[in-house]
């Protein structure tokens, strides 16, 4: 069965610091993979996502993530970040079936 | 519409009661799905409707919840009978045919069961 695992509860971190949040995926078929994020209070919005081509996938807000198919990972990285990036982040994939699968959920802790 | 659509956005029921919640995809969308957020948690798959293709139940929780979806276009999400463990945040996405454009989602339905 499909599966997206975040391996990472919560994450604490300062303020232009860089952070990884990570993901694994397990799936025997074509993978699409997504990272969202939902600030409190609010929505679902669409970071990134990796369809095909290139591994490196840059999104909105200076993410960006890499989909590494040896290590069935597809890790969020920002270089600097920001007590504005403060927010619960997750990981979700979809094979050719379309469900869309999501992690667990990682909280990012921006600290001044 | 414009964006994934969903109503109430706010519902407190009695224990025991039955809850309808409503979604309508973007127009054009032939996938639509069904999620639950319980407060600090993930997201939960519930429902999958793919067009005309039978939908995946498969995260449906008990038999006190179905969902329909009538053609391309608006669901509902019954909950039967409520309970406390129901009180959740709960989400609707659609998605193009293809997938290619990412998935969609309303605001949520945040249902309250006291």
């Known amino acids: 069965a499909q599966s997206v695992t975040q391996l990472d509860s919560q994450v604490p971190v300062f303020e232009e610091a860089p952070v990884e949040l990570r993901c694994n995926y397990s799936s025997s078929v074509s993978v699409y993979l997504f990272w969202y994020v939902q600030y409190p209070n609010q929505g679902l919005q669409l970071l990134l996502k990796?369809?095909?081509?290139?591994?490196l996938v840059k999104g909105i807000n200076g993410f960006e993530a890499e989909f590494n198919k040896s290590q069935t990972s597809f890790h969020l990285r920002k270089p600097s970040v920001h007590i504005s990036d403060t927010a619960e982040y997750f990981c979700?994939?979809?094979?050719?079936?379309?469900?869309?699968?999501f992690g667990q959920g990682t909280t990012l802790q921006v600290k001044p | 519409g414009a964006g994934v659509s969903q109503s109430p956005s706010n519902k407190v029921t009695e224990k025991g009661k039955d809850v309808e919640l409503r979604c309508d995809p973007i127009s054009g969308h032939t996938a639509l799905y069904w999620y639950r957020q319980r407060l600090g948690q993930g997201l939960e798959f519930l429902i999958y409707?793919?067009?005309?293709?039978?939908?995946?139940k498969s995260g449906l929780p008990s038999d006190r919840f179905s969902a329909e979806r009538t053609g391309e276009s608006v669901s509902t999400l019954t909950i039967q009978r409520t309970q406390q463990e129901d009180s959740a945040v709960y989400l609707c996405a659609s998605t193009a045919p293809q997938r290619t454009y990412g998935y969609t989602f309303g605001s949520g339905t945040r249902l309250t069961v006291v």
């Open positions: 409707f793919q067009g005309n293709s039978a939908p995946d």
């Open positions: 979700a994939g979809t094979s050719n079936t379309g469900k869309l699968i």
């Open positions: 990796y369809l095909s081509g290139s591994t």
